[in-house]
C-alpha cells in the first residue's frame, strides 16, 4: 500500500490535469470551429490530393469526428498515468 | 387460414421486414428477463457493473435516436455541407462528457444529476431546478421517438401508425419496468448492434456500387464509376445546374453555424440521459475510456452518414430529374402512396421537373421555383435509398429493425431517467426520506409505466411543433445544466446563489427566444405577434436552435458575477469538490 499523497502532490495532479484539459480542448476548438466552420472555405481551396475531397468540406463532415476520438483516446492515456503517479503504481480508483 | 390470408397479402419486403423485427424483439425480452432488476441500485445505474466496451454500446444506442438513423443523413442530403452542424454537434459533445463530466460524476456516485447539483449546491431548491429541467428535456424527446417507432411500422408492415406506438410502448414498458437500467444497458447493446449493421450494410453496398470502394468513408471522395468523375464533383455539377446550388458549399450564416453546432455539443454534453449512463460503469476510469468506445461507436455511423447522403442525392438526381414519370421504377410509386414523394406534373408535359427549391438558392427567380414539380421527404433517403439502389429485399426489411432499434432505445434510456428522476430525486429526496428501498423500487417501476404511458399518449397525439420541441430539449439542457456542472468541478467558489440564479436566467431566455420565434400561434393568444422566424428578425442572425449557445454564456456570466458578489459555498462543499477532483484512494478510501 502506498501512503496518503501530500497536498502539494495533490496540487501537482490537479495543475497537470488542467494543463492536459487546455491542451486537448484548444485542439478539439480550433479543428471543429476553426478548420470545420470558421476557415473552411478558405481551407476548401485546397483539395485533398487523389480524392474529390476538398480539406474544409473534409474537416466538416469527416476529420473532426476522428480528431475527436484521438483526442478523448489520449486524455485516457494521460490520466491513467497521472493517476499512477499520484497513488504510487496503483490507479485503481473505484 | 387467416394467418394464410395475411401472410399472401404481404409482399416479400415486408415478409422480411416482420421476420426481422420479430427475432430483434423477442432478443430484446429475453435480454430484459435475464437481467431483471433486483434492487434501486440496479434499477438506476445497472450497480455499477456494466464493464466499458459494453457501456460504450450502450451509450451509442441510447444517444442515436430515430433522428440519427432515419433523418440525418436525408437532412445532410438537402443542406450539404451545413450537415456539419449536425455531425460535429452530436459527436463533438463527448470530447467534453469525457474530458469535463464524466469521470468527476461517476466518482461522485450518486444516481443522478440533480444529486450532484442538490448536494453540490446544499439546496433542495437546486435539485428541484434541476429535477423539473430533467423531466421536461426528457419528455420532449421521448415523444418524437415513440413517433419514430410508429412512423416505421406504418411504412413497412402496413400496420396503422397508432397501433405501432402502442406495440413499441408495449415494448418498451416490459423491459424498461422490469430490467431498469439493468435491463436497458443490456437490451441497448443488442439494439445497437442491430441499428449499426442495418445502416452500414446498405451503406457499403451503395458504395461498391458507385464508386467500387467498399468503404463508404472513403467512397464519397472517390471516382463515380458511372462517369468518371470525382463523385463529390459530379454531384456538385448536377446540382448547380438543377438550381439547388454547389453541394459542398455552405449557405448559412457563419455565426449561426457556429452556435447551432455549440448549442448541440453542449446539449449532448448536459443531456441527462447520456451523463446518467457514466454512472454504471465499475470504476472511475471505466467513465472515461466508456466515453472513448461511446464515441467510436457512434463515429462509425456519423461518419458514414454523409457518405450515404451523398451517394442517396446523387442516385436520386440520377433517376429522378428530368425523367418521363411513366418510367419511374416500381419504387418511385410505392413510396408516392405513402405521400413522402410527390409528383405534380405542373406543365403536363409528362416530365419530372426537378429544381432549386432550396435555402442555398438565394437568387433563384421565382419563376423557377414555380417550375418544381417533386417533393421529396428528407425521411426517404436513408429508408428508401436501398430500394433506389435496388438493393435485395432482406436489406431493406433489415433497415426497418434498425429505426425501430434507434428508437426504442432511445425511448427505454429517456423514460428511465424520468423515473429516476420522480422515484429518487422528488418522492425519496423530496418528500419521504423515509422511504424504504423496496418501496423505492415500486415507486420507480410506477413511475416509469406512467412515463410510458404519457409518452405513448404524445406518440399518438404528437404536439404540433416536434421538431421545433426537439431543438428545445438541446437548448435547455445547453443553457441550465452544463454550465451548474462545470463550475461545481472546477470552481470551488460557485454558490448556490449564482448558479441558481445562472441556471433559471439561461434556461428562460433561451426558452423565450425559442417560443418567440417557433410558436407564434401561441404567441398570438396571449396577444403578442410574433416575427417571421427568418435570419433578417434573429438576433444577430442566430436562429432558435443556436439560441442555446447565447444562453449558456448568459448563464456562466450571471453564475460567476453573483457567486463572487455573495459568501462563498460552506468548507464541507469545498471538501465535497475535492473528493471529485482526486482519485479515493487518495484520501485512504474505498469505494
Given at each position: 500500500m502506498s501512503n496518503t499523497p501530500s497536498p502539494e502532490a495533490r496540487a501537482r495532479y490537479w495543475r497537470k490535469n488542467l494543463c492536459w484539459l487546455g491542451g486537448l480542448l484548444s485542439v478539439w476548438f480550433i479543428v471543429s470551429y476553426g478548420c470545420g466552420i470558421l476557415f473552411v472555405d478558405q481551407l476548401d481551396k485546397i483539395r485533398i490530393p487523389?480524392?474529390?475531397?476538398k480539406l474544409g468540406f473534409w474537416f466538416a463532415q469527416q476529420g473532426s469526428i476522428y480528431v475527436f476520438l484521438c483526442l478523448i483516446a489520449i486524455y485516457v492515456l494521460v490520466m491513467n498515468r497521472l493517476d499512477r503517479e499520484l497513488l504510487g503504481g496503483e490507479g485503481d480508483d473505484a | 387460414m387467416l394467418d394464410n390470408m395475411f401472410l399472401a397479402q404481404m409482399d416479400p419486403v415486408q415478409g422480411w421486414t416482420l421476420g426481422i423485427a420479430l427475432v430483434t424483439f423477442t432478443v430484446y425480452i429475453g435480454i430484459a428477463i435475464w437481467a431483471k432488476a433486483k434492487s434501486t441500485k440496479e434499477f438506476y445505474i445497472a450497480g455499477k457493473g456494466v464493464p466499458s466496451l459494453a457501456n460504450g454500446m450502450a451509450t451509442a444506442a441510447d444517444w442515436m435516436s430515430a433522428a440519427s438513423f432515419i433523418s440525418m443523413a436525408g437532412i445532410i442530403s438537402v443542406v450539404g455541407r451545413d450537415g456539419s452542424m449536425y455531425l460535429m454537434g452530436w459527436t463533438g459533445g463527448y470530447v467534453l462528457l469525457a474530458l469535463l463530466l464524466a469521470p468527476y460524476l461517476r466518482r461522485f456516485g450518486k444516481y443522478t444529476v440533480p444529486d450532484f447539483i442538490g448536494d453540490r449546491y446544499y439546496s433542495s431548491s437546486a435539485r428541484i431546478v434541476a429535477v423539473v429541467c430533467a423531466i421536461f428535456v426528457s419528455f420532449t424527446y421521448v415523444c418524437g421517438q415513440m413517433q419514430g417507432v410508429g412512423i416505421v411500422f406504418s411504412r413497412f408492415l402496413k400496420v396503422d401508425q397508432d397501433h405501432g406506438v402502442m406495440i413499441g410502448m408495449g415494448l418498451v414498458f416490459f423491459y424498461a419496468v422490469m430490467g431498469g437500467m439493468k435491463g436497458i444497458t443490456y437490451t441497448q447493446v443488442a439494439q445497437y448492434c442491430v441499428l449499426i449493421f442495418a445502416f452500414t450494410v446498405p451503406a457499403i453496398f451503395i458504395a461498391i456500387q458507385m464508386t467500387g470502394n467498399p468503404i463508404p468513408q472513403f467512397g464519397f471522395g472517390a471516382e463515380h464509376q458511372a462517369s468518371g468523375e470525382f463523385l463529390l464533383d459530379r454531384l456538385d455539377g448536377i446540382s448547380r445546374e438543377l438550381g439547388f446550388g454547389a453541394y459542398t458549399e455552405g449557405s448559412k450564416g457563419t455565426l449561426d453555424l457556429f452556435c447551432i453546432t455549440a448549442a448541440l455539443m453542449l446539449g449532448t454534453a448536459g443531456l441527462p440521459h447520456v451523463i446518467v449512463r457514466f454512472y454504471t460503469v465499475k470504476k472511475v476510469k471505466d467513465a472515461r475510456s466508456s466515453a472513448l468506445w461511446a464515441l467510436f461507436f457512434i463515429a462509425i455511423l456519423y461518419t458514414a452518414a454523409p457518405a450515404v447522403a451523398v451517394f442517396a442525392r446523387t442516385n436520386l438526381l440520377d433517376t429522378v430529374a428530368g425523367k418521363k414519370y411513366s418510367e419511374m421504377p416500381p419504387w418511385f410509386k410505392n413510396w408516392e402512396e405513402t405521400g413522402l414523394l410527390k409528383f405534380e406534373d405542373k406543365n403536363k408535359d409528362g416530365v419530372i421537373q426537378y429544381t432549386g427549391k432550396t435555402e442555398k438558392n438565394k437568387d433563384r427567380k421565382p419563376a423557377d421555383l414555380a417550375m418544381n414539380e417533386l417533393t421529396v421527404n428528407r425521411d426517404i433517403m436513408v429508408l428508401a435509398n436501398p430500394e433506389i439502389a435496388n438493393l435485395p429485399n432482406w436489406v431493406v426489411g433489415l433497415v426497418a429493425a434498425g429505426g425501430l432499434a434507434a428508437a426504442l432505445s432511445t425511448a427505454a434510456g429517456l423514460l428511465l431517467v424520468i423515473s429516476t428522476a420522480v422515484a429518487h430525486d422528488l418522492v425519496k429526496k423530496t418528500f419521504n426520506p423515509k422511504l424504504s428501498e423496496k418501496k423505492e423500487l415500486l415507486v420507480a417501476r410506477i413511475a416509469a409505466g406512467g412515463a410510458v404511458m404519457v409518452a405513448g399518449y404524445f406518440g399518438i397525439h404528437p404536439p404540433d411543433y416536434v421538431a421545433a420541441v426537439v431543438a428545445f430539449a438541446f437548448g435547455l439542457a445547453a443553457s441550465s445544466f452544463f454550465p451548474a456542472i462545470i463550475l461545481g468541478i472546477f470552481?470551488?467558489?460557485?454558490n448556490i446563489y449564482g448558479v441558481i440564479t445562472g441556471m433559471v436566467v439561461g434556461i428562460g431566455f433561451t426558452a423565450a427566444y425559442i417560443i418567440y420565434f417557433k410558436f407564434g400561434g401561441l404567441m398570438a393568444k396571449i396577444g403578442i405577434t410574433s416575427p417571421a422566424n427568418e435570419a433578417d428578425n434573429w438576433l444577430f442572425g442566430i436562429s432558435p436552435e443556436g439560441i442555446g449557445a447565447i444562453g449558456m454564456i448568459i448563464n456562466f456570466i450571471l453564475a460567476i458575477g453573483i457567486s463572487l458578489a455573495t459568501k462563498p459555498p460552506p468548507s464541507e462543499v469545498q471538501d465535497l469538490v475535492d473528493r471529485v477532483r482526486f482519485p479515493r484512494k487518495a484520501f485512504k478510501e474505498e469505494d
Open positions: 487523389g480524392t474529390g475531397f | 470552481w470551488k467558489r460557485a
